[in-house]
């Protein structure tokens, strides 16, 4: 009950750290949103649009005539979804006449296989859905209707037509869906036809009452003109049709800017803006990030980066300051990948652009070459390690910039005429975004982030602990070494982090320094654990992680790469000298606890990815021989004890990424030991022959 209410109030808190995070956010956005109102623009029939390019701010209608009437009704018809009820029930009979059945007449050899196999199969069918015959055929043989909408618990759900099936299909799904393993001989002698029964049912006079509400909602006008679709472009003529809807356009503005009120309707429709993304992107956080979102940390910059940036643009536009055009917006998409990940800086970059767009009069234009800066900006900056990536990045930005701005004008000014003042705006922009290292700087020392520059900095082999290893523990750091590189490696086919589980490989041991040398790969064949109890050993083995973390905090070394100290043997056992002390003691209980590593467990990919490098690395090295079989089935059986023992089952690690680690292991050992295929000797009939 207790930890009941403690996760209750952990949700809740949570729940109001959004409410917080997201209000907040959003007032400090809208408060500095510019709100200009006024109209301007002289238009006549036939003649060029001499002004930038309009946007609709607002939805607002045009007159259709009959034919668009009829060609909107075809399409509501084709559109529509009809709605079938959903029966629970017929599943749960069917499956315990199933059982019935398999109780009182199937009592054949290998018919609980089958029975199994049946309820597994009546399982999925009944869950995707089962209709008569003739509602699927009636289906089937209109045109429209390729969905349809299945009523479970109040709530429908729309569902293709072809995931759906009859009775007919239904058996045959059953009969053919694994004739490898079951016999289709066998399973005609089940009964199965009656165990099949309809559980959709046409709902009627909800499928007509909706469908007659759609046709009578179809409106008379030819069209609207949507809320931040295009109107006309600089340069273009103004046809009969676009000088309809530019007329519909001042008609509806003049009508709303009569309507003589004191609410702020355009403050009201920008904090709703500025509201739907921000709870969406907490929504993709909440879904997809969680962990981001549980550390204060990274909530925190996930949204002060764009918010600050918003700010920043409207005191722009409002004060008409420059040219909202300089601001380096590339700028947060970089520093969230450099701390977190690609997704989550393309999601929060496309939420700011979305927002600063619409402050702006020719948004559409400011979109595309910020989005795609933006993802430029991710795939050429994935993993920084030198300050030249930077001025690397900033080129390749202003480049972007220079080269759609360029193709855009021509496709809209149809000649060359172009704003060099845009290609100065680019200039500044990317000028800016060299700042991004020392921002950087600051913010890992705001934040206590670790930034791909500081772990190159830190696998240095010339730092000052790395150095001290090398001369304390020279078998700890070669075994380092090794494990580092096996670590990047497989980091890199996985789709990991390479750098980080690179660094912190390289630091995984450091508590060996203590007492280099009880452990095997500093001794030279003299063991001290000879003369001490295999608990005692235990207990100096296992201290190397705590002294390790000590080590760390004395060298403040961040947090980022302590977790590899105290999560690379997780909480797995001594097993060494666990098994020889229950084998000295085979009728005592053993406390267990005395053998265990304080842990925890893997709990991120690179976690994972060094502790099965380093087990595999450290056992290789006790190997008799080194064959191909031998290196084999040794990366095999630790990995699958590991997995077994459920060392990975608090990590985002999957068994497809095991499999390929596997292979990456396998083959580097093999290259590191030089294992060779055996030569065939010479047959006894070709030496005599070469003696004669």
């Keep these: 009950m207790k930890s009941s209410k403690q996760q209750r109030r952990t949700s809740t808190s949570r729940f109001m750290m959004k409410l917080v995070l997201v209000a907040l956010s959003t007032a400090l956005i809208v408060y500095f949103m510019p709100r200009g109102d006024e109209f301007g623009y002289k238009y006549e029939l036939n ?122 299909s239904a058996y045959d799904y059953i009969m053919v869906e694994d004739t490898s393993k079951y016999s289709r001989l066998v399973l005609r002698q089940y009964n199965i036809n009656e165990l099949l029964l309809p559980n959709l049912a046409y709902d009627q006079m909800k499928s007509e009452t909706e469908l007659d509400e759609r046709m009578q909602n179809i409106s008379s006008y030819n069209g609207f003109v949507q809320a931040g679709q295009k109107i006309v472009d600089r340069g273009e003529t103004v046809t009969d049709e676009v000088y309809d809807v530019l007329r519909s356009y001042e008609k509806d503005y003049d009508r709303r800017n009569a309507i003589d009120t004191n609410i702020p309707y355009r403050s009201i429709g920008q904090t709703i803006f500025v509201l739907v993304i921000f709870v969406t992107l907490i929504t993709y956080l909440s879904l997809f990030r969680v962990d981001y979102f549980e550390n204060a940390r990274n909530v925190t910059l996930l949204f002060a980066l764009p918010v600050f940036f918003c700010v920043v643009a409207s005191l722009m536009i409002s004060h008409k300051v420059l040219n909202v055009f300089m601001l380096p917006c590339c700028l947060v998409p970089i ?57 690397r990045t900033a080129f390749i930005i202003f480049l972007v910039y220079v080269i759609f701005y360029t193709g855009y004008s021509l496709h809209h000014e149809n000649d060359m005429k172009m704003d060099t003042w845009m290609y100065v705006c680019f200039t500044v922009n990317c000028v800016l975004l060299l700042f991004t290292y020392p921002l950087l700087w600051m913010l890992e020392k705001m934040f206590g982030f670790t930034s791909d520059v500081t772990l190159v900095e830190l696998s240095n082999v010339h730092n000052t602990l790395l150095q001290r290893m090398t001369e304390v523990a020279p078998g700890t750091f070669q075994h380092s070494m090794q494990v580092a590189n096996l670590s990047a490696e497989v980091a890199n086919k996985i789709g990991a982090k390479a750098q980080l589980v690179r660094t912190g490989a390289l630091y995984h041991d450091i508590g060996k320094m203590e007492r280099p040398v009880f452990f095997t790969e500093n001794q030279n064949g003299i063991s001290p654990h000879k003369h001490l109890t295999p608990m005692k050993s235990a207990e100096v083995i296992i201290a190397h992680v705590k002294n390790g973390v000590a080590l760390a905090d004395k060298n403040h070394i961040p947090d980022s790469i302590k977790r590899f100290i105290t999560t690379h043997h997780g909480l797995g056992k ?110 006894e009939d070709y030496e005599n022959r070469e003696e004669k």
């Design 47 to 168: 003649r060029p649009w001499n002004y930038g390019l309009l946007i609709a701010p607002t939805k607002f209608p045009i007159l259709k005539n009959d034919s668009v009437i009829r060609q909107e009704e075809e399409t509501t018809m084709r559109n529509f979804q009809p709605y079938y009820n959903y029966d629970r029930s017929v599943r749960d009979t069917m499956l315990n006449r199933l059982y019935t059945y398999a109780a009182t007449e199937w009592q054949g050899e290998n018919s609980d296989v089958y029975v199994h196999h049946i309820a597994d199969m009546l399982d999925t069918i009944y869950q995707r859905g089962v209709m008569s015959g003739e509602d699927y055929a009636r289906l089937k043989d209109k045109e429209h209707h390729k969905d349809i909408r299945i009523v479970k618990n109040n709530e429908a759900v729309s569902v293709p037509l072809s995931r759906v099936f009859s009775l007919r």
């Design 335 to 391: 520093v969230i990948r450099v701390f977190m990940d690609s997704r989550t800086a393309f999601m929060f970059h496309c939420g700011m652009v979305l927002i600063i767009s619409l402050m702006l009069t020719s948004n559409y234009e400011f979109i595309i070459l910020q989005l795609v800066a933006g993802m430029v900006a991710i795939q050429t900056l994935r993993e920084l390690s030198q300050r030249s990536q930077i001025v």
């Design 574 to 683: 001594a097993k060494y000298f666990y098994i020889t002390y229950k084998n000295e003691h085979p009728d005592e209980d053993i406390d267990e606890a005395a053998f265990t590593y304080p842990g925890p467990n893997p709990s991120t990919k690179e976690e994972a990815i060094l502790m099965m490098c380093d087990a595999v690395e450290a056992a290789s090295r006790s190997l008799p021989e080194y064959t191909e079989d031998s290196i084999n089935q040794l990366v095999d059986r630790i990995i699958d004890s590991q997995v077994a023992e459920g060392f990975f089952s608090e990590c985002s690690i999957t068994f497809k990424d095991i499999a390929v680690a596997k292979t990456v292991l396998k083959d580097k050992l093999k290259t590191i030991y030089h294992t060779r295929i055996s030569y065939p000797e010479m047959g």
